[in-house]
C-alpha cells in the first residue's frame, strides 16, 4: 500500500535535497564567474603594476599593497586587545555579571552594520582625532569591526581547554598566569590562530568602513606613512565597476580584482579550516 | 624573587580587566559621535546655510515647512492661497536674477547697494518670495520679513516623505522612503532565504549523509565568507540583466534584485543557526514521534520546527540585521532611487547605501553630512534593538532546554 | 503468543548487544524484563517497535514476531507495526503542544481527520490512563503545565489513542515520586487486561508486583525466563539468584 505520508515525506525530501545542492550551484556559479572571467586577465603584470589609463588598463598593485597594510594595521590594533580581553572573561572574572554584560556589548558591536563603523570612524579618527583620511584611521576602524570575532574565537578555544589541565598546573605550583603561559595558551593556540585568519579574510574584504577613513580612488605612489591614504581591493573592485572613467573598458580590471580578492579570502577559509583539522588530528592522537 | 612576580602578575590581570571593556568603550563612543554628529542637525536652520527666504510684511503668511518650500521653487505651488494666504499667483525670486534688472553700476563697486535694492524689491511686490543670502539682509526694511527661520524639526526627518539633501533652499531630509526602501530589500530577502536556508537546515540536519554534509557545509562557509563587494559585483554583472530580462523591465536595478543578493548573503546565517536548533530538538520527542507511527517528515514539521522555532526565528531576526545593514551588495544592485517604492521592480534606496552613496560629498559638519549621520544612528538603533530581540529569543529556547 | 523472540543477534557496529535471545510473550500479560545496566533491555524492547531502525550501523538476526507475523518482513510497514506496538519512556516527554494535541497527534499523524472522532479518542485514552479527571477541563493548556507524574500518565495515554494492542514500557517510572509510580503501576494493572505490555524495570519490588513474567537479562543474554513468582521465589539459575537478592549490579 502507497501512503500519502510517506510520498509527502518522499517530496519533501527530494525538494530539500534540489535546495541544498541548488546553494552548491550558487556558489560554483558565483566562483566559476570570477574565477573564469578573472583568470584571463590575471598575470604577474597584473599583479605587480599600477592602474593605467584612467584604470581601464595596468594592474592592481598599489590596491593589493594597501590591503595588506589594512590588513596589518588592523590585526596590530584588534589582536591584542581582543585576545587579552578573552583570557581575562575566561581565566580571570570571578565576577558573572560583569562577563554577561561583556558579553552582551560584544554580541551587540558584532552587529553593528559595517557602514556605521565607517560613519564612527570618520567621526573620531579621521576628524576629531585629526588622522585625515589615512591608513592609520582605515585599520583602527577595522580593528573595532573584527574585536569581537577575536574575543569570540579567543574565548572558545580557551574554554575548550579542559579545565583539569588548569588544575594540574596549579597543584604543581604554578601561578595563574604561568598556567595561562605554559598549559592554557599553547592548548587553545591553533584555534586562537584559525579565529584570527578568519579575521583577517573579514578585513581584507570590508569595504563600506574603509569608504571614508581611508580608501583612495587612484594614487599614483604607494603610501609612505601611516597617514597616507591607500588604496584597497575592495573598494577599488566597487570603484571600477560602478564609477570608473569607462565602466565597460575596465571590466577586465573588476574582473582581476574580484578574482585576487576571491582567491585572498577563499585561501584564508581553506587555511583557517586546514589549521584547525591539522591539530585537531594531532590533539587527538 | 617572588615578590616582583606576583605584582607582575597584578598588573598584568589589571591590563587584562581594562581591555576586556574595550567592546563597552567602543559602543559608547559610536553613540556618542553618531548622536553628536547626527544630533546637529536639529540645531541647523530650514533654509541651507547662510541664506534667508523674505516675504513682504504685508503678506499674512507667518511661516512655512520645508516641503512647501520645496514645492513653491518646483513650481508646485503658485498661489499664496494655498498655503493659507491671500489669494495672490507666488512671486519667485531668486538671488542672481538681482543682476538682470539692475545693472554693475546701479549695484555699486563693492556692492555696497545691493542690500538696499532687495528690500525695495520685496517692498515693492506684495506676493514676492525671494531667496537671498544673510550677508546682504543684515538690515531688514520694515516692509520685509523673513520667514522659515526655524530650525529643522524632528517630525520633518521621521515622517518626511521625501529624501532630498541637496535641494535648494531648503533640503528634505525625509527618511520614510528610505526606511520602507531598506525595510522592502531586507523582508523581501529574508522571505525569499527562509523557506531555502529551513531546507538546506533540514537537509544537512535530517537526510544528508556524511559525505554530503562534508561537501555542502563548507560550500556555506565560503559562501559566508565571499566580500559582499564581491556580491555586488556579481549582481551587477550577472543578476541584473537577468531580472531586467526577465521582468521586462526598463532596469535590473531594483528592490528584487537587491533581495535575490541578500537572500543569498542571509543563507549562511538562516542555514547555520536553524540547523543547530533542529539538532538541539531532544532524540527522546523525535522518537516518541516515530513510535506512534509518524514518519520522519511528519516528525520534523510537527515536531522538531515547532520545538526549534525560537532558534529559528533568532535566525530570522539576526538575518534581517544582517540584511539592514548591508551596504555594499545593495548599493551596487537597487538603482538607488531615493523614492517611496510601489513595487519590488522599482528602484529604491536603503539607509546604508545612501549614507555610502552621499557621504562623500556632503560637506563636513553641513546639514547634509549631519543628516546622514542621523541616518547612522537609525541604522545602529534598528540592529541594536534586533540584535537585542534575537538574544532574548535565543534565551528562551535555552531555558526551555533546560 | 503474542510476541516471540526466535535466535535473535543484535549488534551495535561490532558491538554484540544482543546474543541468542528466544522468548515467547502471551497475550494480556505483564512481563517484567530485568538485569543489570547494559545488558540490552532497551535494545531487545526497541526491536518489537522497530525503534532500533533509526540508529546507524546496527545488525539484527533471527526473528522477531508479533501475532504471529515477522515484523522485519519487507511486507511490514513500519508504521502499521508501530501503530499495533505503542511505548513509553523512560523520562517524561510530552510534545510541545496542548494535552488534547498530544493525545491526538498519533491518530492525525496516522491520516485520522474526523475531529468528532478525534475528540472521543482523546478523551476515551485519557480515561484509560486514568488522567481524564485531572486534566479535562484544561485540555487546550499546554502539557508542560502537568505534574512529572501526570506527564507520564498523558505520554501513556498518547499511545493508548492509536489502539495498540501491546504496549513497550521502558523504565516508566524510574523518573517518578513514589506517589506517581504506584499511580502508574495501578494503571499497568488495569491495563492488562486489554494489552499485552512488555515493561523494563530496575526496580524488583515493581517487577514482582505489576509483572505475570519476567525475564532476566546479563551480557546480552536472556539467562532466566520464567513465571514472576517462580523467578522470585525459587530462580534456577544461580546468576538470577545472585542479581535478585542484591548480590549483583
Ligand atoms: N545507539 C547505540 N550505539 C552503540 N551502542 C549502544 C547504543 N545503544 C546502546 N548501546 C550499547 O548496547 C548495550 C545495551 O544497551 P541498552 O540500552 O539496551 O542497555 P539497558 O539494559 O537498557 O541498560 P539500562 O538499564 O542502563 O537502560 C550497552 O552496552 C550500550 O552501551
Ligand atoms: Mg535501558
Redesign the interface.
Known amino acids: 500500500m502507497i501512503r500519502s505520508?510517506?510520498i509527502?515525506?518522499k517530496i519533501?525530501?527530494h525538494?530539500?535535497?534540489l535546495?541544498?545542492?541548488?546553494?552548491?550551484g550558487?556558489?560554483v556559479?558565483?566562483?566559476g564567474?570570477?574565477i573564469y572571467n578573472g583568470i584571463q586577465v590575471i598575470s604577474w603584470e597584473f599583479i605587480t603594476s599600477y592602474p593605467k589609463e584612467g584604470m581601464t588598463e595596468g594592474g592592481i598593485f598599489p590596491a593589493i599593497i594597501g590591503t595588506i597594510y589594512l590588513v596589518i594595521g588592523s590585526m596590530i590594533f584588534a589582536v591584542?586587545?581582543?585576545i587579552?580581553?578573552a583570557?581575562?572573561?575566561s581565566e580571570?572574572?570571578s565576577n558573572q555579571k560583569w562577563v554577561r554584560?561583556?558579553r552582551?556589548?560584544?554580541?551587540?558591536?558584532a552587529?553593528?552594520?559595517?557602514?556605521?563603523?565607517?560613519?564612527?570612524g570618520?567621526?573620531?579618527f579621521v576628524?576629531?582625532f585629526g588622522f585625515g583620511d589615512s591608513i592609520l584611521a582605515g585599520s583602527l576602524t577595522l580593528g573595532?569591526l573584527i574585536?569581537?570575532i577575536v574575543?569570540r574565537t579567543t574565548e572558545e578555544a580557551l574554554k575548550a581547554v579542559p579545565e583539569s589541565y588548569r588544575l594540574g598546573s596549579f597543584a604543581l605550583g604554578a601561578?595563574?598566569?604561568q598556567t595561562i603561559k605554559n598549559v592554557v595558551f599553547p592548548i587553545a593556540f591553533p584555534n586562537i590562530m584559525t579565529g584570527l585568519i578568519?579575521s583577517v579574510?573579514r578585513v581584507?574584504?570590508?569595504?563600506?568602513p574603509i569608504?571614508?577613513t581611508v580608501a583612495a580612488y587612484f594614487l599614483p605612489k604607494l603610501p609612505q606613512s601611516i597617514f597616507d591614504q591607500a588604496m584597497a581591493l575592495?573598494?577599488h573592485?566597487?570603484v571600477i565597476?560602478?564609477s570608473g572613467t569607462d565602466i565597460e573598458a575596465s571590466?577586465p580590471i573588476?574582473y582581476g580584482t574580484?578574482f585576487v580578492?576571491?582567491s585572498i579570502?577563499?585561501t584564508?577559509?581553506l587555511l583557517a579550516?586546514w589549521i584547525r583539522r591539522y591539530f585537531e588530528k594531532q590533539n587527538s592522537i | 624573587m617572588r615578590f616582583p612576580?606576583k605584582i607582575?602578575?597584578r598588573l598584568?590581570?589589571g591590563?587584562?580587566?581594562m581591555?576586556?571593556?574595550?567592546?563597552?568603550i567602543?559602543?559608547l563612543?559610536?553613540i556618542i559621535?553618531?548622536f553628536?554628529?547626527g544630533f546637529g542637525l536639529f540645531r541647523s536652520p530650514v533654509v541651507e546655510n547662510g541664506y534667508g527666504l523674505y516675504i513682504n510684511s504685508k503678506n499674512p503668511i507667518a511661516d512655512i515647512n520645508p516641503t512647501q518650500i520645496k514645492q513653491i521653487f518646483d513650481g508646485e505651488i503658485d498661489n499664496w492661497k494655498t498655503i493659507g494666504g491671500n489669494e495672490e499667483s507666488i512671486y519667485l525670486f531668486r538671488f542672481d536674477e538681482i543682476f538682470s534688472i539692475y545693472t554693475d553700476e546701479e549695484l555699486g563697486e563693492n556692492y555696497q547697494f545691493l542690500p538696499q535694492k532687495l528690500n525695495n524689491i520685496i517692498a515693492e511686490n506684495s506676493n514676492i518670495i525671494a531667496f537671498f543670502p544673510k550677508k546682504y539682509m543684515q538690515e531688514i526694511s520694515s516692509n520685509t520679513k523673513e520667514i522659515a527661520t526655524k530650525n529643522i524639526e524632528i517630525t520633518d526627518f521621521v515622517l518626511g516623505k521625501e529624501w532630498l539633501p541637496t535641494t535648494t533652499p531648503s533640503p528634505l531630509f525625509g527618511i520614510v522612503p528610505l526606511v520602507l526602501g531598506t525595510l522592502l530589500v531586507s523582508f523581501l530577502a529574508i522571505l525569499i532565504a527562509l523557506p531555502?536556508g529551513l531546507?538546506?537546515a533540514?537537509?544537512?540536519s535530517e537526510?544528508?549523509s556524511n559525505r554530503?554534509r562534508g561537501?555542502?557545509r563548507?560550500?556555506?562557509?565560503?559562501?559566508a565568507?565571499?566580500?559582499?563587494?564581491?556580491?555586488?559585483?556579481?549582481g551587477?554583472?550577472?543578476i541584473v540583466p537577468i531580472v531586467q530580462k526577465v521582468g521586462n523591465i526598463s532596469a535590473g536595478e531594483t528592490a528584487f534584485t537587491g533581495s535575490l543578493i541578500l537572500a543569498?548573503m542571509a543563507?549562511p546565517t538562516i542555514i547555520s543557526i536553524s540547523e543547530d536548533a533542529i539538532r538541539n530538538t531532544?532524540l527522546?520527542?523525535?522518537?516518541?514521534?516515530?513510535?506512534?507511527?509518524?514518519?520522519?517528515?511528519?516528525t520534523i514539521y510537527?515536531?522538531v520546527i515547532?520545538?526549534a522555532s525560537s532558534g529559528i526565528s533568532a535566525a530570522i531576526i539576526?538575518g534581517i540585521?544582517r540584511a539592514?545593514?548591508?551596504?555594499?551588495a545593495v548599493l551596487?544592485v537597487t538603482g538607488n532611487g531615493a523614492v517611496i517604492p510601489h513595487s519590488i521592480f522599482e528602484s529604491v534606496r536603503t539607509i546604508?547605501a545612501t549614507?555610502?552613496a552621499e557621504?562623500?560629498e556632503a560637506p563636513?559638519g553641513g546639514t547634509h553630512y549631519q543628516a546622514?549621520?542621523l541616518l547612522?544612528c537609525v541604522?545602529?538603533l534598528f540592529?541594536?534593538i534586533?540584535?537585542?530581540v534575537s538574544?532574548l529569543i535565543s534565551k528562551k529556547q535555552t531555558s526551555?532546554t533546560a | 503468543m503474542m510476541i516471540e523472540a526466535k535466535n535473535i543477534n543484535f549488534y551495535y557496529g561490532n558491538f554484540h548487544a544482543l546474543k541468542g535471545i528466544n522468548i515467547a510473550i502471551p497475550a494480556n500479560t505483564v512481563t517484567a524484563l530485568i538485569g543489570p545496566s547494559g545488558c540490552g533491555k532497551s535494545t531487545f524492547l526497541r526491536l518489537f517497535?522497530r525503534?532500533n531502525d533509526?540508529i546507524q550501523n546496527t545488525k539484527l538476526t533471527g526473528e522477531c514476531l508479533v501475532n504471529g507475523q515477522n515484523i522485519y518482513d519487507k511486507t511490514v510497514q513500519?508504521?502499521?507495526l508501530?501503530?499495533n506496538v505503542?511505548?513509553v519512556?523512560q523520562?517524561p516527554?510530552p510534545?510541545?503542544?496542548s494535552i488534547f494535541e498530544n493525545v491526538a497527534?498519533?491518530l492525525k499523524?496516522?491520516g485520522i481527520s474526523d475531529k468528532k472522532y478525534i475528540a472521543e479518542r482523546v478523551e476515551q485514552s485519557l480515561i484509560a490512563a486514568a488522567l481524564w479527571n485531572e486534566v479535562k477541563d484544561k485540555l487546550h493548556q499546554s502539557a508542560f503545565a502537568l505534574s512529572g507524574g501526570q506527564q507520564q500518565r498523558l505520554?501513556i495515554a498518547?499511545?493508548l489513542a492509536?489502539s495498540p494492542s501491546i504496549l513497550l514500557m521502558d523504565e516508566p517510572a524510574s523518573a517518578l515520586d513514589p506517589i506517581s509510580t504506584s499511580k502508574i503501576e495501578e494503571l499497568i494493572h488495569e491495563l492488562k487486561e486489554k494489552y499485552t505490555i512488555v515493561i523494563v524495570t530496575h526496580n524488583m519490588q515493581q517487577a514482582a508486583r505489576v509483572s505475570n513474567k519476567t525475564g532476566f537479562f546479563m551480557y546480552g543474554e536472556l539467562i532466566e525466563y520464567s513465571d514472576t513468582k517462580k523467578m522470585f521465589l525459587n530462580p534456577e539459575n544461580i546468576q538470577t539468584q545472585n542479581y535478585i537478592t542484591g548480590r549483583f549490579g
Open positions: 505520508k510517506n509527502q515525506q519533501a525530501f525538494i530539500f535535497r535546495l541544498s545542492f541548488g546553494i552548491l550558487i556558489l556559479w558565483i566562483l564567474f570570477i591584542p586587545l581582543g587579552m580581553s583570557i581575562y572573561i580571570y572574572a554584560f561583556i552582551i556589548m560584544t554580541n551587540n558591536l552587529s553593528i552594520p559595517s557602514i556605521v563603523f565607517g560613519l564612527f570618520m567621526a573620531l576628524h576629531t573595532i574585536i569581537p574575543i601561578t595563574k598566569l578568519l579574510g581584507s574584504g570590508e569595504t563600506a569608504l571614508f575592495p573598494y573592485l566597487y565597476a560602478t571590466k573588476a574580484a580578492l576571491i579570502v577563499l584564508i577559509n579550516g | 612576580m607582575v602578575e598584568l590581570e591590563v587584562f580587566k581591555s576586556s571593556s574595550i567592546t563597552s567602543v559602543i563612543l559610536i559621535f553618531l553628536k554628529e531555502l531546507g538546506v533540514i537537509y544537512l537526510i544528508a554530503v561537501i555542502i563548507p560550500a556555506i562557509e565560503l559562501l565568507g565571499i566580500p559582499s563587494v564581491v556580491y555586488g559585483f556579481f551587477l554583472v550577472i543569498i543563507l531532544p527522546a520527542l523525535r522518537e516518541s514521534s516515530y513510535a506512534l507511527g509518524a514518519t520522519q517528515w511528519q510537527k515536531i515547532p520545538y539576526l540585521g539592514i545593514g548591508e551596504t555594499m551596487m546604508p549614507i555610502a557621504l562623500g563636513i546622514l549621520f547612522g541604522l545602529f540592529t541594536l534586533l540584535s537585542i538574544e526551555k | 517497535n525503534m533509526t513500519v508504521d502499521d508501530r501503530k505503542g511505548m519512556f523520562k516527554n510534545f510541545p503542544k497527534y498519533g499523524v496516522n505520554c498518547r499511545a492509536i
